[in-house]
């Protein structure tokens, strides 16, 4: 549920913030029903408030009857810190990577315990890749999630930790082994995964610092065979992350 509606007092703002937040990655077009159920709302009141954003552009009818969100709210997220700035910063060094390894190469940064994908270039391999600009993906099974869960707050770790969820047969779930993991993560600067996302796919990550030494984001490369040596690839990786974190602001955060 995206909230209790029929909760006394609650605002006429909170039932659209409740609206909007039925769409998420699995569900980006619902139909007027599901919205109403999801967000624990009447069917009269969802249709409302539904025909208020569908007006001001937040949210889009398609021609089958369902919603989607709309062209309004994308222009709104662009503006973002974690778009604005971030994405706009990257993505000539994503692209250099790009071209250096005909790899498919993303940018991830951290919310809450999942790792939040900003960009994303498809590279010419095989590999099945699940992740998108946009798309969350869990902490624990992911080279660029790693990362950042070494650099995050105790507190988080230990959320992580206490019911990390098996993606896959080779998803590491066994928390003082994901533990364990981590201090290495820590230690040598970057994480790797085995097929622990999406069998067929391997990946490597490294951090992305700013001046001030606070790790802001992941980047990593995803590769569609166990045979290429992953480590090779650190290097070039450092470097791109190196020119990232220097052409952000020291002070710079998703705040």
Do not use: C
Not at 22 to 42: C, E, G, K, W
Not at 112 to 124: D, K, N, W
Not at 171 to 178: A, D, Y
Request: hydrophobic share 45%; net charge positive; aromatic share 4%.
């Amino acid at each position: 549920m995206a909230g209790n509606a029929r909760e006394p007092g609650r605002s006429v703002s909170s039932r659209l913030l409740a609206v909007l937040g039925t769409f998420d990655d699995r569900h980006r077009q619902l139909t007027l029903s599901r919205i109403a159920r999801r967000a624990d709302v009447p069917l009269p009141t969802a249709h409302r408030l539904i025909g208020e954003l569908e007006q001001w552009g937040a949210l889009r009818r398609r021609p089958d009857g369902e919603y989607e969100i709309g062209r309004r709210l994308w222009d709104l997220g662009l503006l973002a810190a974690v778009q604005q700035d971030l994405r706009e910063v990257a993505l000539p060094y994503l692209q250099d990577l790009y071209a250096t390894t005909a790899e498919t190469v993303h940018l991830a940064v951290r919310v809450g315990t999942s790792a939040l994908y900003v960009e994303r270039i498809v590279g010419r391999s095989s590999a099945q890749v699940v992740s998108r600009a946009g798309s969350r993906l869990p902490l624990h099974a992911t080279a660029v999630g790693k990362v950042l869960l070494a650099a995050a707050p105790p507190d988080v770790v230990r959320e992580v930790l206490a019911s990390p969820v098996r993606v896959t047969a080779r998803t590491i779930v066994e928390p003082g082994r994901l533990a364990r993991e981590l201090v290495e993560v820590g230690r040598r600067g970057y994480g790797r995964t085995a097929e622990e996302m999406t069998p067929g796919a391997w990946s490597i990550a490294v951090p992305v610092t700013t001046r001030s030494g606070a790790t802001v984001a992941a980047l990593g490369i995803v590769v569609a065979t166990a045979t290429r040596d992953l480590v090779r690839l650190v290097p070039v990786l450092q470097v791109a992350a190196l020119g990232i974190g220097r052409s952000l602001p020291e002070d710079w955060s998703l705040g």
